[in-house]
């Protein structure tokens, strides 16, 4: 509950990691009135805690961890054009900042690994690849 507007907020429900095949599929995503895919459109309560927000910005990177688990380069993408997007706030939104602190604390761990060894990922490469199996992408 709210407790500064007395109204329940409308908890975000993380999608089940199967049913994310696509961009399309996450829950912060939306089409705008041209058609084009947005990767970042999510409703701001004003008069919502700052808390509430940071646990559904963390919410909504599961969902791209999930996309990766399927096809890493279309969640490459998602963190590529989210935080340009028209519809990113920057002015201490939760949801923003729950984001973009998981997002933050997934690089590190990345950065780690790039240290043990791991091949950072390539994403050009990866385009590549993608074209040459399906050239209509």
Not at 52 to 63: A, K, L, N, T, Y
Request: net charge negative.
């Amino acid at each position: 509950m709210n407790k500064k507007t007395n109204l329940a907020l409308a908890p975000v429900q993380s999608l089940p990691a199967k049913s994310i095949q696509g961009r399309e599929d996450l829950s912060f995503a939306a089409r705008d009135e041209r058609d084009l895919l947005r990767m970042w459109h999510v409703p701001h309560d004003p008069k919502a805690y700052w808390s509430d927000g940071v646990e559904i910005g963390r919410q909504h990177f599961s969902e791209v961890v999930a996309l990766a688990d399927v096809n890493e380069y279309q969640a490459f993408v998602t963190l590529e054009l989210v935080f340009n997007e028209p519809g990113w706030r920057t002015h201490g939104w939760g949801i923003e900042c729950g984001f973009s602190k998981a997002v933050a604390e997934a690089a590190i761990v990345g950065l780690r690994a790039i240290r043990a060894g791991a091949t950072p990922y390539d994403s050009d490469l990866e385009f590549q690849r993608l074209v040459v199996e399906d050239p209509d992408l």
